[in-house]
């Protein structure tokens, strides 16, 4: 069973930057097709950013398009959002998921996916 671990998330000012982190339990992420969502009280859960196994494709809700990217760290083995202009209405619990699927070029932001990690909370206030 896959578990993933996000980090990097707190409390920032609009226009502020923040780099969130998702890490595995085992296995390697290049084998998953990796997604964030995200969720703020009394809404549903949103996605945001999603990339292939390869890292060759990344597709993102028009909400953050321009300001977040996805992207894969080889080498520490974290799949990375990095969130740049917040503002308030970024201010959520944000959530990395995955399903193993090596090799085809296709993400989705829908939450068709097996494995979800806890969360981290991203608040954006002055």
């Known amino acids: 069973q896959l578990q993933l671990v996000e980090s990097g998330g707190g409390l920032v000012q609009p226009g502020g930057s923040l780099r969130l982190s998702c890490a595995p339990s085992k296995d390697t992420l290049n084998l998953y097709r990796i997604a964030w969502f995200r969720q703020a009280p009394g809404k549903e859960r949103e996605g945001v950013a999603c990339?292939?196994?390869?890292?060759?494709?990344?597709n993102y809700a028009g909400s953050v398009k321009g300001r977040f990217t996805i992207s894969r760290d080889y080498a520490a083995n974290t799949v990375n959002l990095q969130m740049n202009s917040l503002t308030p209405e970024d201010t959520a619990v944000y959530y990395c998921a995955a399903n193993w699927n090596p090799g085809t070029p296709f993400c989705t932001i829908l939450p068709h996916y097996n494995y979800w990690g806890q969360g981290t909370q991203v608040t954006v206030s002055s």
């Open positions: 990339t292939d196994s390869s890292g060759g494709i990344r």
